[in-house]
Nanobody, 122 residues
Framework: VQLQAYGGGLVQAGGSLRLSCAAS????????MGWFRQGPGKEREFVAT???????YYGDLVKGRFTISRDVAKNTVYLQMNSLQPEDTAVYYC?????????????????WGQGTQVTVSS
């Protein structure tokens, strides 16, 4: 079972990036899949989740700028990030859980990808 995140990079403030997280090793249709991030000197924080029953949740800092989507057939979740700001600089981690509650809490998730770096320059 593996989560592979990719799509990070360096972008100027106001720019966009799209992250992808491909899951392999099992069918993830019943899993909630989401994104967390950890900036320099900061704790890991919730970004967004696409729940197993097709509900999208977002962290307050990214609402209106980021959009999470999912392709069940491809076992892949995407994070479209627009209007990026320097404070969005972080390592972004994808995660998956069979649990249906507390989806904004990192401890809920039992599967994690390796992280992809997003750097936003001012």
């Amino acid at each position: 079972v593996q989560l592979q995140a990719y799509g990070g990079g360096l972008v100027q403030a106001g720019g966009s990036l799209r992250l992808s997280c491909a899951a392999s090793g099992r069918t993830f249709a019943r899993y909630s899949m989401g994104w967390f991030r950890q900036g320099p000197g900061k704790e890991r924080e919730f970004v967004a989740t696409f729940s197993w029953n097709d509900i999208r949740y977002y962290g307050d800092l990214v609402k209106g700028r980021f959009t999470i989507s999912r392709d069940v057939a491809k076992n892949t979740v995407y994070l479209q990030m627009n209007s990026l700001q320097p404070e969005d600089t972080a390592v972004y981690y994808c995660a998956a859980t069979i649990n249906g509650r507390n989806l904004d809490y990192s401890g809920t998730y039992e599967l994690w990808g390796q992280g992809t770096q997003v750097t936003v320059s001012s």
